[in-house]
């Protein structure tokens, strides 16, 4: 690290004396205050605390000069012309209204060496941030209470990963990856005099860009995406602790709700009329599963697996250490919150243009800047031209559309994750691994450095075993108090999987072209929806997905750690791509996904154990199949639906059991009154989704704290399985006797107990008409850095717009939202004219606060509009606002 020229904000020893606590008012209180980041920002702007007390109006108004100075000197340069080396020809790059460039080159070379800088005229620090967060390396710059955080990824092995890849990665893909990092590091040097105000409070300047940097922002996003192991944990400990029959309850596989793209249309309007349990996907989960109780009427099967300490209380992960985990992997931002999304395709039979329209809306946790970066991609008078949204720190377009096609992403969710319970003996260099042919072979190691800020380095030394000729790190030193030796198997630790080029996909015509391109496509496993200006619509799975066990008679998946030496968990290859989940040109018109179940009954491999929810799938498939001559602002009508079908269910049957209680409660019996009138729309303004929301947290701890012991709220927490909405509707509605705890005379009673518990801990109005859903479900989206002071806020001048903002819709809603988690972009792409297409990422281009283009796009994101993204020559020269011409050097 180099340090900057001096400033006057140098941080001294006064940061010991004036802690920025109090500086914090935001609605989160208290929880800011533990901020990893809040120790190295305490020496940035201690000395202005400092100077505050003794000259506050100068103080102030020098930092706000230099905040503002250092913001405006680091905006790009957008217009005229600008010579960089790498470049075979002159690149232009023209930009619309909203900043989005559109790249012009003679070569496909030159195109990806301008993107790169162009990317990082815009993105630099959060390119640099995230590569820093893959690979383990924040405590460098951001001090000691990042280590716990670089820890556990070094003992997941994320970096190493990246380093295996990049060593075995086909030189096509390599050159790729070296021309886009030459732009970035391009860009570098042209901002190392004024770099981004990020680098200067944390007085640091990034390193040059390398390929290794491309796939470690990659694998930020497989992890995010794939990361299920602590859920497995996390179950282990649920199932020591309750029987089967409730473990059976509270882990439903897919639902009737389901409607799987291949298959044929579905009645969704009612469950079958024999229902009496929770049916579990049979293609999922009955496949050579044994049972330790048979299905009845009283409960759905218990998914037992062969490891000795599977659903006993023998030996698991302590509570305490999961918990712990969950913070520091930051595994679970909201509840119910599925980082996975929604898609859908119509045919030209049910569109007005008489073309598809194909939508797309990625559900991510929110940043600042966004997670995406829109980009326009042009080379070689047009043989490539591809627009949509890019990754920061990886060349070419993830979603979006070319000349002919267009495609759209959702998260699958397969299970690509196990955890082994480790046979081991020894200790240190001589300790050693037990496999399933009965012999012992020395366990693998690996030095991993960790450089502190002002801190010596931290030294580890991560253990692994090996399973299929792939290392398989030892995790249990995650865990203080684990005494087991656990390893775990990921995708990503077999280079092969890991496929960063989008250049055939980019360059598809066909859905012939379109499916090769995905064939060799590693992961994270997605469901990809396709649309072509031939007027065919598609679906295809894609990603590597284990088969466990032999591939022709696959083992079921276990939820949670198994044996280490039962060889029905090792696995025998992937499923074959062309036998993965497909469809093309169906029947109806429509294909949709939204991370719920996607395998019709039969399917012969287990994808997944845990789909998601299934009520934003329905209600697309509902909305869709019902319509006809549908248009764009359509498909942005459905992205921004925030009707529930679960939260008005749950209320009608609340309404009635609060009627049939005992209770003379008159504000309990308003709330039946409001309840039973609600139309199921999660609105800002009304109150029932609130009363709703309220009861739903209070009743899983009435049900779920009888059972599990001295520390219930604690284990409580472990309890995040994807269909959990599902399982709490099946029990609400079906009132099975072995819930109901003793205290209550029946179910009436008990949601009768929840809703009042619920009005208590959310602190509802005593009037509850007056209770507004969007007082306690707001958007907040915060920067890294400058959310951690009101001083440093007022100083950069954080927009008001950041602050938290009144939001409609929840977790089962089209438009899923949580408090920083939410749809990341809304794309629609026109088949029957691409300058019609429109997309709207969530806050805007630039990561810098004076720029324009910063939040420019909020407004739209947050009302529900959107944009048109300019395609043709014609629209694009009509739209550019500004060109810069990029030269050879």
Same mark, same amino acid.
């Given at each position: 690290?180099?340090? +900057? ?53 100068? $103080? ?18 957008? #217009? ?12 232009? &790059? ?10 012009? *080159? $003679? ?43 670089? @820890? ?11 380093? @295996? ?90 639902? =009737? ?9 579905? #009645? ?43 659903g006993s209380s023998k030996r698991t992960t302590s509570t305490g ?5 969950? !913070? ?47 980009? #326009? ?62 012999n012992w072979h020395p366990i693998l190691h690996q030095r991993e ?34 005494? %087991?030796?656990?390893?775990? %198997? ?38 990809? &929806? ?91 498939? !509902? ?9 764009? $602002? ?41 309840? @039973?009138? =609600? ?6 303004? *009304? ?8 009861? @739903? ?19 409580? $927490? ?7 909405? +599902? ?8 009132? /099975? ?10 179910w009436d009673e008990l949601l009768t107990a929840a809703v009042a ?94 720029? /324009? ?8 994101? +947050? !009302? ?26």
């Amino acid at each position: 690290m180099n340090s +900057y020229d001096p400033d006057p904000f140098e941080p001294t020893l006064l940061a010991r004396r004036f802690p920025i606590e109090n500086q914090d008012e935001s609605p989160r209180g208290k929880s800011r205050l533990n901020s990893p980041l809040r120790p190295i920002l305490l020496r940035t702007i201690a000395i202005l605390v400092a100077l505050a007390l003794i000259l506050p109006a100068t $103080a102030f108004v020098a930092g706000r000069y230099w905040t503002r100075h250092a913001l405006r000197a680091s905006l790009p340069q957008i #217009d005229g012309t600008l010579s960089i080396p790498g470049l075979s020809a002159p690149v232009t &790059v023209q930009r619309d209204a909203h900043g989005v460039p559109h790249i012009h *080159a $003679a070569t496909l070379d030159d195109l990806i060496v301008a993107q790169g800088f162009v990317t990082a005229q815009d993105r630099l620090w959060q390119m640099d941030i995230l590569r820093r967060h893959a690979a383990g390396e924040l405590a460098e710059v951001l001090g000691p209470s990042l280590v716990p955080h670089d @820890r556990a990824q070094r003992i997941l092995q994320v970096r190493a990963a990246a380093d @295996r890849a990049i060593a075995t990665l086909p030189p096509d893909q390599l050159h790729w990856l070296q021309l886009y990092a030459r732009g970035v590091n391009d860009s570098i040097e042209v901002q190392r005099p004024h770099l981004p105000i990020e680098f200067r409070i944390l007085r640091y300047q990034p390193s040059q860009w390398t390929p290794r940097d491309s796939i470690l922002v990659g694998l930020a996003m497989f992890q995010d995406l794939t990361n299920s192991f602590p859920q497995k944990l996390d179950r282990e400990a649920l199932s020591a602790k309750l029987p089967p029959e409730l473990l059976g309850d509270l882990y439903p596989v897919g639902s =009737w709700r389901d409607h799987p793209p291949t298959q044929p249309v579905l #009645d969704l309007t009612n469950p079958p009329a024999d229902f009496n349990e929770i049916p579990l996907d049979e293609s999922q989960s009955k496949l050579n599963i044994p049972t330790t109780k048979p299905a009845t009427k009283t409960g759905a099967p218990y998914l037992a697996v062969s490891s000795p300490d599977v659903g006993s209380s023998k030996r698991t992960t302590s509570t305490g250490d999961l918990l712990a985990l969950q !913070k520091i992997l930051a595994a679970s931002h909201c509840e119910g919150c599925t980082a996975g999304s929604n898609n859908w395709v119509v045919s030209g039979t049910r569109t007005a243009s008489g073309k598809p329209l194909l939508s797309n809306d990625m559900h991510l946790n929110h940043s600042v800047p966004g997670v995406w970066y829109e980009a #326009d991609l042009q080379s070689a008078s047009g043989s490539f031209h591809v627009a949509g949204v890019t990754l920061p720190g990886y060349p070419f377009v993830i979603v979006g559309h070319n000349d002919h096609i267009a495609w759209g992403f959702t998260n699958l969710g397969a299970d690509v994750q196990d955890i082994y319970i480790e046979h081991t003996r020894g200790t240190g260099s001589a300790a050693e691994y037990e496999s399933s042919d009965s012999n012992w072979h020395p366990i693998l190691h690996q030095r991993e450095v960790i450089h502190v800020l002002h801190h010596s380095d931290v030294i580890l030394d991560v253990a692994a075993t090996q399973h299929g000729g792939v290392a398989t790190p030892l995790i249990s030193n995650l865990f203080p108090r684990e005494t %087991r030796s656990l390893s775990l %198997r990921w995708t990503i630790y077999d280079p092969s999987n890991i496929t960063p080029s989008f250049l055939s996909i980019d360059s598809a015509i066909d859905w012939p072209s379109f499916t090769a391109a995905f064939s060799t496509f590693g992961g994270p496993a997605q469901n990809v &929806v396709y649309a072509d200006d031939h007027g065919n619509i598609g679906y295809h799975a894609a990603g590597r997905i284990p088969i466990r066990g032999s591939l022709t008679q696959p083992t079921a998946l276990s939820p949670v750690p198994t044996d280490a030496l039962d060889p029905t968990h090792e696995w025998a290859g992937y499923i074959p791509f062309d036998q993965l989940p497909q469809s093309f040109d169906p029947p109806g018109g429509v294909l949709a996904t939204a991370n719920a179940r996607v395998t019709a009954d039969g399917y012969p491999f287990p994808i997944t154990l845990n789909w998601a929810a299934p009520y934003r799938n329905e209600r697309i498939w !509902k909305v869709l199949s019902s319509r006809d001559h549908l248009t764009p $602002a359509d498909m942005l009508a459905l992205q921004t639906d925030v009707y529930s079908d679960l939260d008005h269910v749950i209320a009608q049957r609340l309404a009635y059991a609060i009627d049939h209680s005992q209770t003379k409660d008159k504000r309990i019996r308003q709330a039946a009154d409001i309840l @039973r009138k =609600w139309n199921g729309n999660v609105d800002v303004t *009304a109150a029932a989704p609130a009363i709703v929301d309220a009861t @739903r947290a209070a009743l899983w701890p009435l049900l779920l704290n009888p059972h599990l012991g001295p520390h219930p709220g604690g284990s409580a $927490a472990l309890y995040t399985w994807s269909e959990k909405p +599902y399982a709490e509707e099946q029990l609400i509605m079906h009132t /099975p006797a072995r819930w109901l705890p003793p205290t209550y005379a029946n179910w009436d009673e008990l949601l009768t107990a929840a809703v009042a518990q619920g009005l208590i801990e959310s602190h509802a109005p005593f009037n509850l008409t007056k209770w507004q859903y969007g007082q306690s479900h707001v958007v907040n989206i915060e920067h890294p850095i400058f959310a951690q002071s009101r001083l440093l806020q007022r100083l950069v001048g954080i927009p008001t717009g950041t602050k938290p903002q009144p939001q409609s819709g929840d977790t089962t809603t089209i438009k899923q939202v949580g408090r920083s988690f939410g749809p990341s972009e809304r794309f629609t792409a026109d088949l029957s004219n691409f300058d019609d297409s429109t997309l709207n990422i969530v806050l805007g281009q630039s990561g810098n606060l004076t720029s /324009p283009w910063f939040m420019d796009q909020w407004p739209a994101w +947050y !009302k529900g509009t959107t944009f048109n993204l300019p395609f043709s020559k014609i629209a694009t020269d009509a739209a550019a606002t500004h060109t810069l011409t990029l030269t050879p050097q």
